[in-house]
């Protein structure tokens, strides 16, 4: 598939200022991307892709399409190359349009480096006013109430056990099933079987989490390689083919109807089975993200395993072990267990999604038959912000 | 009974846009934004509103009150336990916030909490609720 005759430019605005002592950094951006899309004639609610690089203040399309307030991005980019970025951005968001995954794209610029903007480049040299920073726009709201992982998890996990009676028993089955499969695997930094009082009795970390409902915090790395199907049947793997693949961020959208029991799974999901032309039901194997265990409760109700509410009654009794229940998930032992490099559990999602696909995950734990997988993940936090992406592979036979 | 909960709490990273919230904090005024075109109120307060988009947007003083949308108390801290969470405003909006003068296990949601000022390790003073 070529982009030729694919993607069309609507909207084009170029910011008039050139010296921005009163404005921030984030506030070009929107000022810039409301110019462009009353240009084309289009709102903000009609963008679907969001490309940035690293001028943008934060934690990149997370944070910038929470502060203008995208509420339809399903599509995002943050290709960083510099000056050349936006170039590459505009090739990436024909791709992503020919290819279905979005079909209005926004590209944002700005910066102050005369008033010490927060990445000034040389040339520049200005200093912000006393006392002030052009960082993320969120921070100084955000930062200073000790947000970490453990706690902006627990604050999810303490409003699913309002809104649907979940209990610590129910999340504790969810590392009690990755000991299952971590004991077999001889790299898991963790190999010992726990058992649900094991979590249960572990020392509160923040309220309702345990200790052993967290993963580990490991060294290490991974790699992926895709192809095309042409040179993929060149060689001598066995065929593992992406069906769908889906992101969406989730972001707190100026405070109004916060919702912090459902993940941004609830858009990328469906449109990567959508994609993929499969059900939840035909899954033989998941690779769920496995930061905490509420994280893995929420992503499996939201991917449309079960009902929403109901991930405490599916994942309990070992629902999740391999050769034990219906959704064998996290077959390495996962982020729980096993390895979260980095803090960075993604690709070890798709690494073992990819080993149950070929057949060549552990004897004890590979799924029979196993010719259709799903790797999901999300990064940031469910407690602030984060994005969530889906991919969906099967083995070719 | 456990020890009613605070935290040393950092300086706040002040922006341009933020400045006239933490100017109003350092006299104890707890400001949102509120947006003239969609009449919405929202957080964290920008200059342009999120939920509509228009740059008409406008602080409006707070009495600050608000019920807990969900928290957690972080055992694992060197300076003691304290509890993060959301706080639905009157206003509409939720914001993240820390709960004080409240034991650990003194919270539960849907708690009416009203806003206080804690001091910061030199910087302006931050927005934090308490149970009414």
Redesign the interface.
Known sequence: MSIKGKAYVVGAYEHPTRDAP???T??LH??SA?GALADAGL??DDVDGYFCAGDAPGFGAMSMV????MRNVRHMDTTETGGSSYIVHLNHAAQAIAAGKCTVALITLAGRPRNGGNRPGPGGGGRP?A??????????????????T???Y??????HM?EYGTTSEQLAWIKVAASHHAQWNEHAFLKNVVTVEDVLNS???????HLLDCCVVTDGGGAVVVTSPEVARSLKRPLVRLLGAAEAPKM?????G?D?THSGAVWSGPKAFEEAGVTPADIKYASIYDSFTITVLMQIEDLGFCKKGEGGKFVADGNLISGVGKLPFNTDGGGLCNNHPTNRGGITKIIEAVRQLRGEAHPKVQVPNCDLAIAHGTGGSLG?RHAAGTAIMEREA | MSEPMTRPIPAPAVTLESKPFFDAAAEGRFLIKRCNACGEAHWYPRTICPICHSDDTVWEESPGEGVIYTYSVMHRSPTGPYAIGYVTLSEGPAMMTNFVDVAPDGLSIGMKVKVKFLPTEGGPPVPVFAPV
């Open positions: 009163d404005k921030t984030a506030q929107a000022e409301r709102t903000f929470d502060y203008m307030g006013p006392g002030l920073t052009d960082g993320a726009p969120e921070q100084g709201f955000e930062s200073i109430y000790g947000g970490s453990h706690n902006t627990g604050m999810c996990a303490m409003r309002h020392r509160m970390i923040s309220d309702p989490l707190q959208m100026g405070g109004k916060l912090l602030v």
